[in-house]
Structure formats: structure tokens, C-alpha cells
């Protein structure tokens, strides 16, 4: 009898009580006559309501068959974990950082603004004054105008006195900020743009319960006289004697944490570039580290005295003794003075005609 009650409400023997009856109303919906104008629908309906029944005083008597199935289906789930409390905003602020911080990482300080309940009123924002005071709403009338006609005063619930007023000490708030100071540690080689995360030091919970937020503060560089940063590299503008850029030699460069000596090779005494790899910024985060890139600037001398002229003049001489080797430049122009290409009446001896040859 019991199978063909389970066969009739199409469940499996040891379902639980709360399976029959969802079987029962499922069927019971579909069979019942007043749905149904089958007529065989009457004594179907009568059929699932005896196995219905029958089932149901089953478990009463004998629970063991819905302990055995809840066996069979194996443990029951895991209770569902409560539900975090509410956590505050996160809060974003820059931090302004020298490229020399940045580049060797350094420790600030951040005042944070923490609201809090006012001590003064405990958080009410209102204060309980010694005398009833005439209302400033309503001017002591109780009531205020709206439209065409008069409604209490809700400032004094329309009494035209209060003895409650706005708390000084905050405002009418009921609360009152109180400064803070965080140390933040900068890891070096942070960039424009990097964030540092402070946990829980963003914003409470409106609720007042929970965990705050985090603060993030973004870094961002200010300004520099000598340097800027291209990715991690830092690049470096450099004006050069153009007799050293001719010698070669090594060449005193400014970093962010002290001087370098760099060799410069000897060549033209024209702008060019030294690159040192792994002397920019450091690495960080899987980012290799940047380089120095040194753009030089040739510089000659404005002014000279009279040494100066002396040896320039000795140089001079040198220089005029194998022009093509030192200055070609200049050995093609005379090349082609003396040859009469850029002038159109001939030689250079055509320009001698003026003293009598």
C-alpha cells in the first residue's frame, strides 16, 4: 500500500514529511474537479488524497523512513554564514611626494579628520536650556503659514516656546571632529598614479557599526628643477663644455640620492645622450628598474680673457693645419671658395682684380 502511495504522488520511499505535502498540493492542483473536467479526475483526486493521508500517518508512526532517506542524501548542508556587518566608504586623498621620496621611499605623516558624538550633547545635537525661549520659527505664535493656511510649528510643536536649542559646541550636529595623525611608510620607486592602501583608516559605517573603510592615497610628484620621469626612467638635462664632449672623458651627473661619474666617450661636440640602465627609478611590483638617460648640451665659451685666447688661438692653429681631420665642414667651404663654385665670375683670383692683378 505504501508503494503505491509513493508511486501515486511520484516520490521516492523515505521522503520527508515537507516532500509529501509539496507533492500533494503539486498533483492536488492539477486533479482537483473544480480544474479538472475529466471525468475521471474525481476518483484520481480521492486516490492522491488517501495516499496523501496514508503517508503522512506512516511518518507519524515510524519516523525511521525520513531519517534513513536524510542518511541516504548524506550531510546536510552548511549553515549559511552571517552576514558581514556593514563596512564603511573608502576614502581617497593624494599624497604629494618629492621625485627624491619617491625614488628612495621615505615615511609622511597624513592629519586624518575623524568625526565623532559630540561630548557636549552626547550626540543629541541639542542642548536643554536653563528658560523656556520664545520660538524663532514661529515668533512665539505656534503656528506657520503654508498656502493658504496655518499649520503647527514643528519647531516647538506649537507651543510658541521651546527650552531645546541647537548644541553650540557642534552645531546642531551631534558631532564633532577630531584630528588624527597616521605614519604612512613609502616603499621606493612608487609612481605617479601608485595607490597605498591604510586599512581602515577610511570612513566609519553611517550605522555606526562595522568596520570602516580603507583611506588610499594616491601618490602624485610634485614638480622638479632638474628632473622628469619618462615611465621609470629619469631623464636628466645637462649643459657640457663642447671641448669636453670633443675630449671625452667622465662626467659628474646629479641623481636623486647623490652624484655620479659617468664616462662620455670622445666624439662631435653635438647634443647626445648617455643612458645608464638600472640607475632610474627602482624596481617595484615585477617593473624592472628604470634608467638615468643624461641629455647633453653642448656650451661654448662667450667670453674670453687673455690665456683663454692664447690657448684658443694655439688650438686654432692646430685645427688650420688639417682642416679636413678636425673641421671638414669648414675644409669644403674653402674647397669650394677656391675653386669659384659659389661665385659667378670665376677663381679666387678674379677677386684680386681690384689690386691691379
Given at each position: 500500500?505504501?508503494?503505491?502511495?509513493?508511486?501515486?504522488l511520484?516520490?521516492?520511499?523515505g521522503?520527508d514529511q515537507?516532500?509529501?505535502?509539496?507533492?500533494?498540493?503539486?498533483?492536488?492542483?492539477?486533479?482537483h474537479?473544480?480544474?479538472?473536467?475529466?471525468p475521471?479526475?474525481?476518483?484520481?483526486?480521492?486516490?492522491?488524497r488517501?495516499?496523501?493521508?496514508?503517508?503522512?500517518?506512516?511518518?507519524?508512526?515510524?519516523?525511521?523512513?525520513?531519517?534513513?532517506?536524510?542518511?541516504a542524501?548524506g550531510?546536510s548542508?552548511?549553515?549559511?554564514?552571517?552576514?558581514?556587518?556593514?563596512?564603511?566608504?573608502?576614502?581617497?586623498?593624494?599624497?604629494?611626494?618629492?621625485?627624491?621620496?619617491?625614488?628612495?621611499?621615505?615615511?609622511?605623516?597624513?592629519?586624518?579628520?575623524?568625526?565623532a558624538?559630540?561630548?557636549?550633547c552626547?550626540?543629541?545635537?541639542?542642548?536643554?536650556?536653563?528658560?523656556?525661549?520664545?520660538c524663532?520659527?514661529?515668533?512665539?505664535?505656534g503656528?506657520?503659514?503654508r498656502g493658504?493656511?496655518?499649520?503647527?510649528?514643528?519647531?516647538?510643536?506649537?507651543?510658541?516656546?521651546t527650552?531645546?536649542h541647537?548644541?553650540?559646541?557642534?552645531?546642531?550636529?551631534?558631532q564633532?571632529?577630531?584630528?588624527?595623525t597616521?605614519s604612512?611608510?613609502v616603499p621606493?620607486?612608487?609612481?605617479?598614479?601608485?595607490?597605498?592602501?591604510?586599512?581602515?583608516?577610511?570612513d566609519?559605517?553611517?550605522?555606526?557599526?562595522?568596520?570602516?573603510?580603507?583611506?588610499?592615497?594616491c601618490?602624485?610628484?610634485?614638480?622638479?628643477?632638474?628632473?622628469?620621469?619618462?615611465?621609470?626612467d629619469?631623464?636628466?638635462?645637462?649643459?657640457?663644455?663642447?671641448?669636453?664632449?670633443?675630449?671625452?672623458?667622465?662626467?659628474?651627473?646629479?641623481?636623486?640620492?647623490?652624484?655620479?661619474?659617468v664616462?662620455?666617450p670622445?666624439?662631435s661636440?653635438?647634443?647626445?645622450?648617455?643612458?645608464?640602465?638600472g640607475?632610474?627609478?627602482?624596481?617595484?611590483?615585477?617593473?624592472?628598474?628604470?634608467?638615468?638617460?643624461?641629455?647633453?648640451?653642448?656650451?661654448?665659451?662667450?667670453?674670453?680673457?687673455?690665456?683663454?685666447?692664447?690657448?684658443?688661438?694655439?688650438?686654432?692653429?692646430?685645427?688650420?693645419?688639417h682642416?679636413?681631420?678636425?673641421?671638414?665642414?669648414?675644409?669644403?667651404?674653402?674647397?669650394?671658395?677656391?675653386?669659384?663654385?659659389?661665385?659667378?665670375?670665376g677663381?679666387?683670383?678674379?677677386?684680386?682684380?681690384?689690386?691691379?692683378?
Amino acid at each position: 500500500m505504501s508503494k503505491d502511495a509513493y508511486t501515486l504522488l511520484g516520490l521516492a520511499p523515505g521522503v520527508d514529511q515537507r516532500e509529501i505535502k509539496r507533492a500533494f498540493r503539486r498533483l492536488a492542483m492539477r486533479w482537483h474537479p473544480d480544474r479538472n473536467a475529466d471525468p475521471a479526475a474525481i476518483e484520481h483526486f480521492k486516490a492522491l488524497r488517501g495516499a496523501y493521508e496514508r503517508l503522512l500517518a506512516g511518518l507519524a508512526d515510524d519516523p525511521a523512513p525520513a531519517a534513513e532517506a536524510a542518511s541516504a542524501r548524506g550531510p546536510s548542508p552548511e549553515p549559511a554564514p552571517p552576514p558581514e556587518p556593514p563596512r564603511g566608504a573608502d576614502r581617497r586623498e593624494d599624497l604629494a611626494l618629492t621625485l627624491e621620496e619617491a625614488w628612495g621611499g621615505c615615511h609622511k605623516t597624513v592629519q586624518r579628520s575623524q568625526a565623532a558624538p559630540c561630548a557636549a550633547c552626547h550626540g543629541s545635537g541639542e542642548e536643554v536650556l536653563r528658560h523656556s525661549r520664545l520660538c524663532s520659527a514661529c515668533l512665539g505664535s505656534g503656528r506657520l503659514r503654508r498656502g493658504a493656511g496655518l499649520i503647527p510649528c514643528e519647531a516647538c510643536d506649537g507651543r510658541g516656546y521651546t527650552k531645546r536649542h541647537a548644541c553650540a559646541a557642534c552645531g546642531g550636529s551631534g558631532q564633532t571632529g577630531r584630528s588624527r595623525t597616521i605614519s604612512v611608510k613609502v616603499p621606493p620607486g612608487v609612481l605617479p598614479g601608485d595607490e597605498l592602501r591604510l586599512a581602515g583608516e577610511g570612513d566609519k559605517p553611517v550605522s555606526g557599526a562595522g568596520r570602516a573603510g580603507d583611506l588610499r592615497l594616491c601618490i602624485a610628484l610634485m614638480p622638479h628643477a632638474l628632473y622628469r620621469l619618462a615611465g621609470r626612467d629619469v631623464v636628466l638635462t645637462r649643459p657640457v663644455s663642447a671641448l669636453r664632449l670633443l675630449l671625452g672623458g667622465e662626467l659628474e651627473v646629479p641623481t636623486p640620492h647623490g652624484t655620479r661619474r659617468v664616462p662620455l666617450p670622445p666624439g662631435s661636440a653635438t647634443a647626445r645622450e648617455l643612458r645608464v640602465d638600472g640607475a632610474g627609478f627602482p624596481a617595484r611590483r615585477g617593473e624592472a628598474a628604470g634608467a638615468l638617460v643624461v641629455r647633453l648640451e653642448p656650451v661654448l665659451p662667450r667670453a674670453a680673457d687673455a690665456r683663454l685666447r692664447e690657448l684658443l688661438d694655439g688650438v686654432e692653429a692646430e685645427l688650420a693645419r688639417h682642416p679636413e681631420r678636425h673641421v671638414p665642414e669648414l675644409a669644403q667651404w674653402e674647397a669650394r671658395w677656391l675653386t669659384g663654385e659659389d661665385r659667378p665670375h670665376g677663381p679666387r683670383a678674379q677677386g684680386a682684380a681690384g689690386t691691379g692683378r
